[in-house]
């Protein structure tokens, strides 16, 4: 005969085997592909190499996907005298095209409705840039671009 233990030990025996076989694997949305090794620098500071790692992108106004790109190489080195060299783009990319370009980085808000405390003009696009713990972001979204994050390399 089943005592009533025995039996309450084999049903909480199965529940633990099932629900263990039917745990999902859960990939967290802010975690890179692949790893990058991150430089330390101010968070007033552009000057140096920054590898982008992701990218927001907005196709036909409400179409909106999350692309990984810390596999690519894809580096904004900025000089500090004044020149941007972008390198590693592939064509069909969301970003600019590899190249030099003259930027300005500034102290001010473009939008005051975002959290970003610079704006950054590269030729004559203005971005709001934001730039926090060696992680920066140049947003576009309000002007219906895409918003590319990136991680200080050098």
Known sequence: MITPTYLLWMILVVILSLSGGCEKEEKNKNQL??????????????????????????????????????????????KADGSLIISGVDDGMPVMRNGEYAFEFNDTILYDHLEYDHTLKIGKLKKACGIHNNAMTLDASPVDGNTLYFIRVE
Do not use: P
């Open 33 to 78: 592909q692949c790893t990058v090794t991150v430089k330390k620098g101010a968070d007033d500071d552009i000057i140096g190499k920054w590898k982008l790692v992701k990218a927001r992108i907005i196709k036909l106004a409400h179409d909106i996907s999350t692309e990984d790109y810390s596999c690519n190489d894809i580096i904004y080195h900025f």
